[in-house]
């Protein structure tokens, strides 16, 4: 194998790789410039939510855990359920670009990130042209095009991104690639896969199968417990990075509709290759996503059956490509409806939903057996006819998504003007249909004091201070009365009236929030507390970053001490 190279962006080795990802993730988004924003299936989600966290923190909110403007102003739970990353970064954005650049230099910045996170994989198994071909087109593979013109799901994309960097860590753990210490291929793996689950869910429970096939398989192949002990040593290393948002996710998925995640349309069963249901637009775009998924797989096929010729000695000679062989046989099985009873039967694989979504995989290992046959005489023309091969796909693509010159613009109208925005099935609080939620509700309104009274009772109410996690009212009301809040209740509440903690009531047809209160004088108090669930995720990430830190300074320090 090649010698590993320097970890340092400033070396001359990364200057070439650098501007040839820069450059491809450019000309991606050339469109986006005459025709105005991809609009795709998600962009309504990660928009809004880019635009709420960074309105909470001019709050002084610096990790939001409620929305502000979700359900026209209700909120939602959603920071604590969808990983960070990719809202951080957008949120920042939005505050250093103007709305019509935030998707465009998003993209950018994480195909760049793509293209280097290659790089850094495949050099260290091919030469530096081969790996320069193979990490270019992993920045333009039809998995990153369907993701920037179609679907928008900006946090799969970043993920994607980070995903070459989590299979070179798998491969060291696993004695495949040459690793200076046990303990730094530890660290790294724990490092690169914490950062996928704080990317993206589906994208984390795909590379959490991933990396224990190719575990299994490695400690199959070389009859080695040892790596099976190191192996679940970094996965739970990972996991605890990850222990802040996995943690509070996973239990307080019982105070939210969670299931609505698998409604219809959205099961796996649905969304198999070439699957057709009664929604023709559901239809088409699975269509769309699964030519994709095919052009990789007969990509896939046919640089995995040259590179058994035009691949190197060292690559051919290697338990690499039957690894990654392995992984991509097992990827593209599931994306198929032979697969059904493994959907029905591994935990948490149903919540990916759509099979597809395992292109993600097929592209890395496109792209690793697409350097492999670059490798030999006049091995670029392989890079070359991948390249004619994505031009029509790509043109197929921006055909058919919804382009909008003015989509960042009109979010941001949304929160100016506080109609807020639509919420999320499955992260709406269980027993609350956020379809019912009226659009243009006041931040506070007195109701009758009992269900028999159909007289709102005369009450004064100051709003003295209301953010996205803390509300408090002022009212002064001649007879009892019920103050409704524009809040949806959620156990993370925590409701006082006049320093006395009270249970808040709800509307009786939607699940917001009302505070009854006495005649006179009353201060209403409500504030989003840190549960317990929460606080012990944040002590096992905590703890989790001090083992990391500890073990990436010994294997410095070994390193240095030339052991």
Request: overall charge neutral; proline content about 6%; aromatic content about 14%.
């Amino acid at each position: 194998m090649n010698k590993p190279i320097s970890s340092s962006v400033f070396t001359r080795e990364w200057f070439l790789p650098l501007g040839v990802s820069l450059v491809l993730s450019i000309l991606v988004i050339l469109p986006f410039f005459w025709l105005g924003t991809a609009s795709g299936h998600d962009f309504e989600f990660h928009a809004p939510s880019w635009l709420d966290v960074a309105y909470q923190w001019k709050q002084g909110i610096f990790f939001p855990r409620w929305t502000a403007w979700t359900n026209h102003g209700f909120g939602e739970p959603r920071f604590i359920f969808y990983p960070p990353l990719s809202w951080i970064l957008g949120a920042a954005l939005t505050l250093m670009f103007p709305d019509a650049a935030v998707p465009i230099v998003f993209i950018v910045l994480i195909q760049t990130l793509a293209g280097l996170a290659a790089y850094l994989l495949l050099r260290h198994t091919v030469p530096r042209r081969s790996a320069i071909l193979g990490s270019a087109f992993y920045v333009v593979n039809p998995n990153a095009l369907l993701l920037t013109y179609v679907r928008s799901d900006f946090a799969e994309q970043f993920a994607s991104a980070i995903l070459p960097l989590l299979l070179l860590a798998t491969l060291r753990l696993c004695d495949l690639l040459d690793s200076s210490t046990r303990r730094s291929s530890v660290a790294l793996f724990a490092l690169s896969f914490a950062g996928v689950w704080l990317c993206n869910a589906p994208a984390a429970v795909i590379a959490s199968y991933s990396v224990c096939l190719i575990i299994a398989w490695s400690a199959l192949i070389q009859a080695s417990f040892r790596i099976v002990f190191r192996a679940a040593a970094a996965l739970l290393l990972g996991f605890g990075l990850a222990a802040f948002y996995i943690i509070p996710a996973s239990y307080e998925q019982r105070w939210v509709n969670i299931a609505q995640a698998l409604s219809s349309g959205l099961f796996p069963s649905q969304n198999f290759l070439f699957t057709a249901i009664d929604d023709v637009e559901h239809t088409w775009f699975n269509w769309i996503a699964s030519i994709c998924v095919l052009s990789l797989v007969l990509l896939l096929a046919c640089t995995a059956l040259a590179s058994r010729r035009f691949s190197s000695a060292l690559i051919r000679n290697s338990r690499i490509p039957a690894t990654l062989l392995l992984l991509a046989g097992a990827a593209t099985f599931l994306t198929t409806r032979w697969s059904i009873s493994l959907w029905d039967l591994l935990p948490k694989l149903r919540f990916v939903q759509f099979p597809w979504r395992w292109i993600s995989v097929l592209a890395l290992l496109a792209a690793c057996f697409l350097a492999y046959v670059t490798d030999a005489r006049r091995g670029w023309l392989w890079f070359a006819a991948a390249l004619l091969l994505l031009l029509p796909l790509a043109n197929f693509l921006i055909a058919n998504t919804w382009w909008d010159p003015d989509e960042m613009p009109i979010q941001r109208e949304a929160i100016a003007s506080g109609r807020g925005f639509d919420g999320t099935d499955e992260y709406d609080p269980i027993g609350d249909d956020h379809l019912d939620l009226p659009l243009d509700a006041p931040l506070a309104r007195a109701l009758p004091a009992g269900s028999a009274d159909n007289t709102t009772p005369p009450a004064k109410i100051t709003i003295d201070h209301w953010t996205t996690m803390e509300k408090r009212i002022h009212v002064d009301a001649q007879s009892g009365a019920r103050i409704a809040l524009r809040v949806l209740n959620y156990p993370a509440w925590r409701v006082g009236v006049n320093g006395h903690p009270l249970q808040p009531e709800r509307m009786d047809d939607f699940n917001q929030m009302v505070v009854p209160v006495d005649p006179g004088v009353s201060e209403i108090h409500v504030w989003f507390t840190r549960t317990l669930d929460r606080k012990i995720g944040d002590v096992i990430s905590a703890f989790s970053v001090c083992v990391f830190l500890f073990l990436f300074w010994r294997s410095r320090k070994l390193v240095s001490a030339g052991q």
